[in-house]
């Protein structure tokens, strides 16, 4: 069966620090892979997207980008942190691009 | 873009009580996804129901998409079903559009 695993659970980093969290999913090849974050609103908001090694969809602009190296990994990094980063970072897979979501545990972000 | 609206916001329920929860979209979609949201966080896959009827032990949902909405039942609701439901939709290769959720509290 598949999994999707993310790290790390929490994080508080200083304002200016980098950032990199990583998302591995198991059991499955060449994943749609997503990159959402939560705000304290509750929705979601979807940040990057990819459907294959190297091929990142920005959503929106802002200060992250993201990466994928390997088929079933998938990073989101900052060279600086800005307080507006804060919030609920979740990953997500499918088989097939915006069909059936899977999501990882999610990473708590506190930019302080 | 589309618009989401689920209803209502907040749900509060005494355990083995029903529920219905509606998410109402603005234009013909492809897909639409129910989401679980627990008190830690997760996020739970329930339906991907783009039409029709979807039953899966207490919970079914029903997606009319002619008339652009869908409905979430949950029946004899226990303190676990507690947290934010989700309805997210998407057309034809744009990003999925989530709804801002219902938050349900069910007590014992």
């Known amino acids: 069966s598949q999994t999707i695993h993310q790290w790390p659970a929490t994080l508080v980093q200083p304002v200016g620090s980098p950032l990199s969290l990583e998302c591995t999913v198991e059991?499955?090849?060449?994943?749609?892979l997503y990159w959402y974050r939560q705000a304290a609103g509750r929705g979601l908001q979807l940040l990057f997207y990819s459907v294959g090694i190297g091929q990142i969809s920005s959503e929106v602009p802002q200060n992250l980008s993201a990466s994928r190296p390997q088929d079933r990994q998938f990073i989101l990094s900052s060279k600086k942190l800005l307080l507006s980063d804060s919030g609920f970072y979740l990953c997500?897979?499918?088989?097939?691009?915006?069909?059936?979501?899977?999501f990882g545990s999610g990473t708590q972000l506190s930019v302080l | 873009g589309i618009q989401v609206e689920q209803s209502p916001p907040d749900l509060i329920l005494q355990e083995g009580a029903n529920s219905t929860l509606r998410c109402n979209f603005s234009?013909?979609?492809?897909?639409l996804q129910w989401f679980h949201q627990n008190p830690w966080g997760q996020l739970i896959n329930l339906f991907y129901i783009p039409s029709g009827t979807k039953q899966n032990g207490r919970l079914s949902a029903t997606t009319v998409a002619t008339e652009r909405y869908s409905l979430l039942y949950i029946s004899s609701s226990q303190t676990t079903d507690s947290g934010v439901y989700f309805c997210?939709?998407?057309?034809?290769?744009?990003?999925?559009?989530f709804g801002k959720g219902t938050t349900l509290s069910v007590s014992s």
């Open positions: 059991g499955t090849s060449n994943p749609n």
């Open positions: 997210a939709v998407n057309q034809a290769g744009t990003a999925l559009i």
């Open positions: 234009d013909s979609v492809n897909n």
């Open positions: 997500a897979w499918s088989i097939r691009f915006n069909e059936k979501l899977f």
